[in-house]
């Protein structure tokens, strides 16, 4: 398996455009995790998925931030507008579910600035 | 919800000393511990886990401890090396829940 894929690696985008941020599970992973990370507030859950359905969106900072997966295989995040302070690496990660808090494998994460 | 706290935020340690990071958890309903290296500019990788029914499990030069009285657990890595430094963070979760709560991180720096 070649692991949790994510796209782009990095982006550079100006305020207020759209960015879409996408990620592959592991297959057979039921459960994906999409996080942000900054140095001021370290690794932050912004949503989470069981079987494609969207579990705990709580921590999505606001309305310009959405998620969805559409299927077992494909999950996207977007910002829209997007504004310099969502500049950040966002991670997605999975995990399986046939063993209860079992650990996270994490993609390498899109590092995504806005100017 | 739960709350994870990590001690120290930094740490320089000399080479082939030993290396501690501690955290807390607030939930007492939390039975799954684990650890994450992340090297500059790579994913946070697990490294080690304890689950709430052992109080310490060892692989190689790291162990970690836990301590559910006092609700906190501990990284312990030995004999520590350049390889090692890393930014390290700690996690807590609950039966039957899949989210994982991360402490703000360690930045372990080993002195040659």
């Known amino acids: 398996d070649a692991g949790v894929i994510q796209s782009p690696r990095h982006e550079v985008t100006e305020m207020g455009q759209e960015v879409t941020l996408r990620c592959k599970p592991i297959s057979g992973h039921d459960y994906l995790f999409w996080y942000r990370q900054t140095m001021m507030r370290g690794l932050e859950l912004l949503i989470y998925?069981?079987?494609?359905?969207?579990?705990?969106d709580s921590g999505m900072p606001e309305d310009r931030f959405s998620a969805k997966m559409p299927n077992a295989s494909f999950s996207t995040l977007k910002i829209q507008p997007s504004e310099p302070r969502d500049s950040a690496v966002y991670f997605c990660?999975?995990?399986?579910?046939?063993?209860?808090?079992?650990?996270?494998?994490f993609g390498s994460g899109t590092r995504l600035t806005v100017v | 919800g739960e709350n994870v706290e990590q001690h120290p935020s930094t740490l320089s340690v000399q080479e082939g000393d030993s290396a501690v990071i501690k955290c807390t958890y607030s939930d007492s309903a939390s039975n799954y511990f684990p650890w994450y290296k992340q090297e500059l500019g790579k994913r946070p990788q697990l490294i080690i886990d304890i689950r709430s029914n052992v109080g310490e499990k060892k692989d190689q030069r790291i162990a970690v401890t836990l301590n559910k009285t006092a609700k906190h657990f501990s990284l312990h890595i030995t004999e520590t090396q350049p390889e090692d430094s890393a930014v390290y963070f700690c996690a807590a979760s609950s039966r039957g829940n899949e989210k994982l709560t991360f402490g703000t991180g360690t930045r372990l720096t080993i002195i040659p």
């Open positions: 998925f069981n079987n494609n359905v969207p579990i705990d």
């Open positions: 990660a999975s995990s399986p579910v046939l063993q209860p808090n079992y650990g996270y494998t």
